[in-house]
């Protein structure tokens, strides 16, 4: 068989022989392309004889009883392997795709999956095994080109028999397929030169399955959402903002204010100028009591980088807050907002009861808006 090589860095004639690959790719072709891990063998998984070719070229019996990896074009298309998608995944898949993380996820109903209404139900098996996916978007222009063309499943593994090491560089990859996949995308070498890491993930809950360049210690900070109130003493608005967004958060999602650490959730405030582990002002008090919410448990915090780093998104009271964040951590400007878009919310402290009710129904109104922007994001994949 002949193989024809595409240079990625042939700009006049790339889009063109991609596409052409494309259909190749669904038509039943095996087609050689890069990733920033390591090189890969993709095959159409609704067409049974495109993957007897992909099992035979990793000549070994053992991956016959298993699903290759699905590779996606767009993370967005996680939804058609997954019906019901936990918190979790939707969380990794945005943070960390298109990325050098494969996640192998738990699918109960499989049948009832987006994919089977362009690929025969028959193939199931050649999709999931025990109940479990496996999902890649791979982090290469020529990759998601090529992939994102296509409606049907696409199923890649590196481009090495078993036992061998999977190839960085199109030379090693050529080598060891030229000749037996119909198309060789040529792109070089690739970014990191390491095969992904592997993660298990089961509703909010997670696992490394294998090593790879995204550290445990990095996926452990990426699957939390943490999101930062910040005001000056952290003793009124920012603490009524955190308890009020955990309790509209939880009302949201269907879950206690309690349950929602264990999902992943994590509320908090600190202030620019506060002394740590004072309470509430009594004002705050009060009026969180007469909505219904406890806010005897808090205790003030100043802002530190550390708060800041680990923080999703944070949400100032007024701009000159704004400005005191990114002092301290000026790489943190694309995350950090005012809690209400119209303007600043002043601080109540030495007021009455009644400049507290104006400051808390400003915060709820404000909380609703940006619940909504941060619900959204992980449910619109």
Known sequence: MQTKVISTLQSNTYAASIA?????????????????????????????????????????????????????????????????????LRRLSRKCWPGPLTMVVQEAQPERAEIFRVCPREQQPELYYEGRVG??????????????????????????????????????????????????LDAGSTKLGAASTVINVHDHQWS??????????TLRRLSRSVILMVCSGNSCRSPMAEYMFRNKLAESLGMSPEEL?????????????????????????????RRGIDLSPHRSQPLTIELIQQAERIYVMTPEHRAMVLDLAPGAAEVVQLLDARGAIMDPMGGGPEEYL????????????????????DRNW
């Open 20 to 88: 052409e690959a494309a259909v190749a790719l669904r038509e039943g072709a095996l087609v050689l392309f890069p990733t920033e891990t390591v090189y890969g063998v993709a095959a159409n998984a609704a067409d049974p004889d495109a993957l007897r070719r992909l099992r035979e070229l990793k000549n070994s019996a053992a991956v016959s009883q298993r699903p290759f990896t699905v590779h996606l074009g767009r993370k967005s298309d996680a939804g058609k392997y997954v019906t019901g998608p936990s918190a979790l």
């Open 135 to 184: 999902l890649r978007c791979p982090d290469h222009p020529a990759a998601l080109e090529l992939i994102g063309q296509l409606d049907v499943p696409v199923v890649a593994t590196s481009a090495n028999a078993r036992g061998q090491i999977p190839p960085t560089e199109f030379e090693a990859a050529y080598n060891n397929l030229g000749g037996k996949v119909e198309y060789a």
């Open 208 to 217: 490394v399955q294998r090593a790879g360049p995204i550290q445990e210690r």
């Open 261 to 289: 650490r264990a999902a992943g959730y994590e509320v908090l405030s600190a202030g620019t100028a506060a002394c740590p582990g004072c309470e509430a002002s009594p004002g705050a008090l009060l009026e969180m009591r």
């Open 358 to 377: 104006k400051t808390a129904d400003r915060l709820d109104q404000a909380i609703d808006a940006r619940l909504k922007e941060f619900v959204d994001e």
